[in-house]
T-cell receptor, first 117, second 113 residues
Framework: EAQVTQNPRYLITVTGKKLTVTCSQNMNHEYMSWYRQDPGLGLRQIYYSMNVEVTDKGDVPEGYKVSRKEKRNFPLILESPSPNQTSLYFCASSSFERGAFGSGELFFGEGSRLTVL | AQSVTQPDIHITVSEGASLELRCNYS??????LFWYVQSPGQGLQLLLKYFSGDTLVQGIKGFEAEFKRSQSSFNLRKPSVHWSDAAEYFCAVGAGNTGKLIFGQGTTLQVKP
């Protein structure tokens, strides 16, 4: 089954304690991206990756890091989480068959709800 | 810079009534345009997309959208809404092959019986 898998789905942590949210896709997609969703703000892009070892900043990259060492994995790292990073996070992937977004369909994970106290 | 505006935060329609959700975008070139739907507690699912060609695009679940370059709009429509359409709807614009994708703030659709 084609899917994007995020872990953990729910996490409560404390300020300053490093954490990693993993994202894995089994569709051999080149493109992967992280978003955060906050009420009234929609989804905002944090980082994206066009292929292995190629990453770039989205609109809200501050406080986050990513890496793309393998095609299937795109972890999101919060080195020193702060309460303003409390949010719902989505990972997504897509192919590049017809240009930037391939078929145009981003496949989303189920989301990771993070609370930073 | 790209931007997307969904003017309606919340819309309520009666089941069986028609629906139009508005989306306005700002982008210098021909954009890639998308509508996604998010059911409660779920990720997002693509409803339809516009890359080029026919400006009226058909999607899944009976939805359609029309690209109007002169108005910088990409409004989503459905002739007859079903209770299962209650969800949050997001319009998004992609900037060619840059990898950047900007979402609107979302419109929450409530369907009255």
């Amino acid at each position: 089954e084609a899917q994007v898998t995020q872990n953990p789905r729910y996490l409560i942590t404390v300020t300053g304690k490093k954490l990693t949210v993993t994202c894995s896709q089994n569709m051999n997609h080149e493109y992967m991206s992280w978003y955060r969703q906050d009420p009234g703000l929609g989804l905002r892009q944090i980082y994206y990756s066009m292929n292995v070892e190629v990453t770039d900043k989205g609109d809200v990259p501050e406080g986050y890091k990513v890496s793309r060492k393998e095609k299937r994995n795109f972890p999101l790292i919060l080195e020193s989480p702060s309460p303003n990073q409390t949010s719902l996070y989505f990972c997504a992937s897509s192919s590049f068959e017809r240009g930037a977004f391939g078929s145009g369909e981003l496949f989303f994970g189920e989301g990771s709800r993070l609370t930073v106290l | 810079a790209q931007s997307v505006t969904q003017p309606d935060i919340h819309i309520t329609v009666s089941e069986g009534a028609s629906l139009e959700l508005r989306c306005n975008y700002s982008y210098g070139a021909t954009p890639y345009l998308f509508w996604y739907v998010q059911s409660p507690g779920q990720g997002l699912q693509l409803l339809l997309k516009y890359f080029s060609g026919d400006t009226l695009v058909q999607g899944i679940k009976g939805f359609e959208a029309e690209f109007k370059r002169s108005q910088s709009s990409f409004n989503l429509r459905k002739p007859s809404v079903h209770w299962s359409d209650a969800a949050e709807y997001f319009c998004a614009v992609g900037a060619g092959n840059t990898g950047k994708l900007i979402f609107g703030q979302g419109t929450t659709l409530q369907v009255k019986p």
